[in-house]
């Protein structure tokens, strides 16, 4: 029997129906998927019988082979995927008070090859499908007992960079927002990228309002490429240029991610210099401790001289603040995910 078909990949508008019906079989099979995160075809009881076996002969709903969960003390999940290809992906579920969190991933693997972060040093594997970036927050919903509906957040801030897997990525997303889809308010989207100018300008014509993060490290084109060997591709310049375009275009508030690295980015100069580059933009910096994984060479700030950094910033009218990441004794903080087993 040939591989059946991810349903997720299809837009919600774009469902099958059983000849003759229209569209109301779609959208019925749309509510079961997203509204109530059916997982299998034989549970939608108001279909008839005889299609919803013919969904489950033609069809997939779960684009994952095997789903596997690792705790954290702060409550935290990640989340290692299996695809039927045995590539694997992650995601992290993070639970708060008020809202449910997810982080979810586009890539096996990243070709950004950030030297700080672990999933960089695991190289590309390969893009996701669209089907497969929703179907982290399907499952996530699924494996942790609440309906898809109840998501208030989501990150594309694992594993790769969402703006090279620009279509599967923006299909996710319409996805997300559309009311036959999660009806996810495009304002509590992020997407983050390691700054592309050309993707950032084409996501500036999108119209979404979305959350830009832009991981940008080091104010200065020389730090900046010692951390990020494909930066040399992109100055900070050009970045920044894009960004303004970016708000030119309506485009929100920027947030700024900023890896705290001992000796190598936390000088107050460089904080004065990061001042002055953003000088002009509406923009938040997350200042990250760096998470430590085995054989990385880097070691985080301290906390005095992370502190010392925001007060350069602050008194010179930047908005920051500190950001310490869940799930690091799970493996599941920022720069972290690596694929690790149990």
């Given amino acids: 029997m040939p591989e059946r078909s991810c349903l997720l990949d299809l837009p919600p508008a774009e469902l099958p129906s059983p000849p003759g019906q229209g569209s109301y079989r779609a959208r019925q099979l749309a509510h079961w998927l997203y509204q109530r995160g059916a997982r299998d075809s034989a549970v939608m009881t108001d279909l008839p019988a005889a299609w919803r076996a013919e969904l489950g002969d033609r069809w997939r709903i779960d684009p994952f082979e095997r789903s596997e969960r690792f705790t954290s003390q702060d ?13 694997r992906t992650e995601a992290v579920y993070m639970p708060y008070r008020d809202r449910k969190t997810v982080c979810v991933s586009s890539m096996v693997g990243c070709p950004a090859g950030c030297t700080f972060c672990a999933t960089g040093a695991l190289g590309f594997g390969r893009n996701l499908s669209r089907g497969e970036i929703v179907g982290q927050l399907l499952s996530v919903a699924h494996h942790e007992g609440f309906a898809p509906t109840e998501l208030r957040n989501v ?15 923006l299909g996710a997303i319409r996805t997300m927002v559309d009311q036959a889809g999660l009806g996810l308010s495009p304002r509590r989207i992020t997407l983050s990228t390691v700054g592309l100018p050309s993707r950032i300008r084409r996501l500036a014509q999108e119209r979404l309002p979305l959350v830009l993060a832009v991981s940008l490290h080091a104010p200065d084109d020389a730090t900046r490429r010692r951390i990020i ?51 002009g933009l509406v923009v938040h910096v997350n200042l990250i401790p760096f998470n430590p994984w085995r054989g990385s060479g880097f070691r985080s700030s301290s906390r005095a001289t992370i502190d010392a950094f925001a007060r350069v910033l602050e008194r010179a009218g930047v908005r920051c603040s500190v950001r310490f990441s869940r799930g690091r004794d799970a493996g599941g903080a920022c720069g972290q995910l690596s694929l690790q087993g149990a």
């Fill in 155 to 169: 990150v594309l801030m694992g594993m790769g960079e969402a703006l090279l897997n620009y279509d599967a990525a």
């Fill in 75 to 87: 409550s935290s999940v990640r989340y290692l995927f299996t695809l039927p290809d045995g590539q």
């Fill in 229 to 279: 060997p494909t930066a040399h591709a992109h100055g900070v310049a050009d970045i920044i240029a894009a960004l303004h375009e970016w708000q030119a275009a309506g485009g929100r508030r920027v947030t700024i991610e900023y890896t705290m690295l001992e000796g190598v980015n936390d000088a107050l100069v460089q904080a004065e210099d990061l001042a002055l580059l953003l000088h």
